[in-house]
């Protein structure tokens, strides 16, 4: 996923600022920590696995049916031989193009249930982490007001560049001195249960090696 990219008319004002020689309060801070350890991720996340399973649930009857229906039709071609009687053979072909035209239909509702719920969750995901990521950037603002900030920067956000074909940090360098990034999680987890681990929930989601490098969506 996208992170936040300050903007060239931000870098401008820096320099600006810098040689309008005014003292700029500077903090930067990681968005994409920030996101990935906010405990009401973690809720959401479970929310929408358990969506997730109920629609695959849904989709199982379905493939079922699809699946018996392929089983129908080898058993009515397995019937055919040439010996048989007009009228039988007949009989089969009606046989084989009725189950042929049920197949279709079957495949074609299979396709269409699918593709709905894939797209009502996908829309539901998006709207749900575009929640959590104001929240995240309001505990951002809120810190900056707080300390007087002039700017707070992404310290992990990346900027394409189509030219060499990779992405590149827009900050290369950023003191660790302004990272900040403790103080807003903290800020963000204030209202957290009792004992809520980040770390140790980011590794019950993923494993040992704990929540993807991108797991913060695009604002």
């Known amino acids: 996923m996208k992170f936040p990219i300050i903007t060239t008319a931000i870098m401008s004002l820096c320099a600006l600022a810098a040689t309008a020689q005014a003292e700029l309060k500077v903090a930067s801070v990681n968005v994409t920590e920030l996101y990935a350890k906010f405990y009401k991720r973690f809720d959401t996340e479970n929310s929408l696995q358990k969506q997730l399973a109920d629609i695959k649930a849904?989709?199982?009857?379905?493939?079922?049916?699809?699946?018996?229906?392929?089983?129908?039709?080898?058993?009515?071609?397995?019937?055919?031989?040439?010996?048989?009687?007009?009228?039988?053979?007949?009989?089969?072909?009606?046989?084989?193009?009725?189950?042929?035209?049920?197949?279709?239909?079957?495949?074609?509702?299979?396709?269409?249930?699918?593709?709905?719920?894939?797209?009502?969750?996908?829309?539901?995901?998006?709207?749900?982490?575009?929640?959590?990521m104001e929240e995240v950037m309001g505990a951002i603002k809120s810190s900056a007001e707080e300390r007087g900030l002039d700017i707070i920067v992404d310290n992990v956000a990346i900027s394409p560049r189509q030219e060499i074909g990779i992405a590149t940090p827009v900050f290369p360098h950023i003191k660790k001195s302004f990272d900040i990034t403790p103080e807003v999680l903290s800020k963000l987890n204030a209202g957290a249960p009792e004992g809520f681990d980040p770390d140790a929930e980011l590794k019950r989601l993923y494993g040992n090696g704990g929540a993807p490098a991108n797991e913060a969506p695009a604002k």
């Open 58 to 132: 849904d989709v199982k009857p379905r493939e079922e049916k699809l699946l018996k229906l392929q089983e129908d039709l080898k058993k009515i071609r397995s019937q055919y031989d040439s010996s048989l009687s007009d009228a039988a053979q007949a009989k089969l072909r009606e046989q084989n193009n009725t189950k042929l035209n049920e197949i279709k239909a079957a495949d074609q509702e299979l396709k269409d249930f699918v593709q709905r719920r894939s797209v009502a969750f996908q829309e539901l995901r998006n709207r749900e982490m575009r929640l959590l």
